[in-house]
């Protein structure tokens, strides 16, 4: 697995999480990330895109995919909007269906600094995209 895959899926993941949460609606959130947000979605990428790897490379290997629209499709996909793996022509034949899966429609949310609510548990969020047995966001932290 290469990191620069994982580094595009959590571009991708990213981009995605500021068009729907960010913008005109929330000014709170800028255009950056703080470093806590930024750690918990790469550990969160990371682990779909280790536990999901095969699925995704599958994905990316056909014409007009690739790792940033897959992050984006994660994202997407996990949190319920109108788009995601499942509407992908590209992915159609199986992939679509088998990605969405693996998001299980488990939400994750995009917060603001001190906005962040203190009984949101990161590990359950992590884990519920598919962090592999005993890994939680403790094994990311630097």
Partial sequence: MRSENIRLFTQGYIEAAFF??????HPELGDT???DSQKHMS???AAFVQTNYELLSRAVDRVGYGWIEAGRDFWFTRNGHGVGYWSRNELRGGLDQQLTQACRHHEAFLFAGADVPPAVDWTLICSSCGLPDGMNLSSFKG
């Fill in 20 to 25: 729907t949460d960010g913008g005109p609606d």
């Fill in 33 to 35: 990330l703080d470093e």
């Fill in 43 to 45: 550990a969160d990428c």
